[in-house]
């Protein structure tokens, strides 16, 4: 693959709706790597930022938000059978714009599963209830109508989406390291036995994002290197990780839902108050945010393995989240105002000096420790390989591209999720713009260094509990 390689052609009508940063972000790579025009194209979105970036690459341009009154006469006219709607808005229902474009023939992307404006943080719903736990459910109920239907691919960005992919590729990084000879796994069940196999008992989307602006964040002010309000939405949400079948210690604040797959737990509390010890190759060990984020549940899921009804067979998996300095000081304050949005928001872009963002999957408790894989990008690369993009952005918007040009290339796949697709035809594609893809060893664990100051309730004979990794 090269910077200027055209991987499919594409001659139907392209609608993105929302166009924030990965907006701005993806546009130029689709029109760099798919035979498309700016005519073809037209963003629909909610406000006028963005309307610069769209009018210097000359695409349609419409700031009319999507509602629950309006969306169907808005895209009616826009989209019909065979075009594509590219879906990276906030605050407009996923499920309702995958049913639209099933109802008219058009095939469809998104970064994550979102509710109509309010749903995150609804008080009339229960915590089950406004979590990606149920989220996820209420899409995959459609998928027995929808097989065979124009494909819909589901929260395909760095992380849900890309991460799915390095998961598969650490896996047989680790069973070829550790003498355990294996073909490429076929199916969801070859996966899961080789996830089984080697040991994996946790798997964290560890994330460590050291960009760094030349202006600091001011009192009252949500400073972020991607989507505020997308981090603030899911960062109020509860708290929510794949509960590993290892585990012996059922958190006093975790809760079951009470429907679908049973594959993960949430805890009473929001995920930006919930802090994880992990580990990254640059930083070393660090406390991330325990972020909801679907992938921990689709992960989790898609690797279980069954005897019966009995799970004989499922890691732990969830994010672990260090955003950049100036968004954890916006965090802390955001969480002193009792989760009300400061006054004033600012995604860090231009004024951004230096810094990388170290995005990878950590796969714990098989034979050699730990191993993390991922992308190292820094700022200078990301700017040099894309315009309107950052390191942050460009990890989500890439893992679009590729989610777009696979849809393209299978078009009649119904509902899918990231763990369904070929992981090496993704990384294929993303690959020129992941900067550095890293695979590292570590002998870390969330047992390293504890008890020097105070006693504390860790489980010293299994170090790989949930209780282990939570900071209290």
Known sequence: MTLDTKHITFTGRMVIVGFGSIGQGVLPLILRHIGITKDQITIVTAEERGHAEADELGVKFINLPLTKENYVQVLEPMLGKGDFLVNLSVDVSSVALFEFCHKVGALYIDTCVEPWAGGYTDPSLSPSLRSNYALRETALSHRA?????????????????LV?????????????????????????????????????????IAERDTQVS?????????????????????GCQPTELGWGSHEKHFPADGRRHEFGCDAAIYLMRPGASTRVRTWTPLEGPFHGFLITHSEAISIADYYTQRDGNHVTYRPTVHYAYHPCDDAVKSVHELAGK?????????????????????????????????????????????????????ATSLQVTVAVLAGIVWALENPNRGIVEPDEIDFQRILEIAKPYLGELVGAYGDWTPLQDRERLFPEDIDHDDPWQFKNFRVV
Not at 146 to 156: K, R
Not at 170 to 180: H, M, Q, S
Not at 341 to 356: A, F, N, Y
């Open 145 to 161: 109508a929808f097989e065979g239907g124009p494909t819909a691919v589901l929260t395909h960005g760095a992380n849900p989406g």
């Open 338 to 390: 009792n989760w009300y949005m400061q006054p004033s928001q600012r995604l860090m872009m231009h004024e951004i000096v230096s810094g990388t963002d170290e995005l990878g999957v950590l796969l714990m408790g098989h034979k050699k420790g730990i191993y993390w894989f991922g992308s190292r990008l820094g700022i200078d690369e990301a700017r040099a390989l894309v315009p309107y993009n950052n």
């Open 164 to 204: 799915s992919h390095f998961v598969k590729q650490a896996l047989l990084n680790v069973a070829a390291d550790t003498g355990e000879s294996t073909e490429v796994p076929k199916d969801r069940a070859g996966w899961g036995a080789l996830a089984a196999k080697l040991g994996v008992k946790v798997i964290h």
């Open 214 to 234: 030349n202006e600091p964040k001011k009192v009252g002010e949500f400073v972020n290197t991607w989507s505020i309000d997308g981090f603030v939405g899911e």
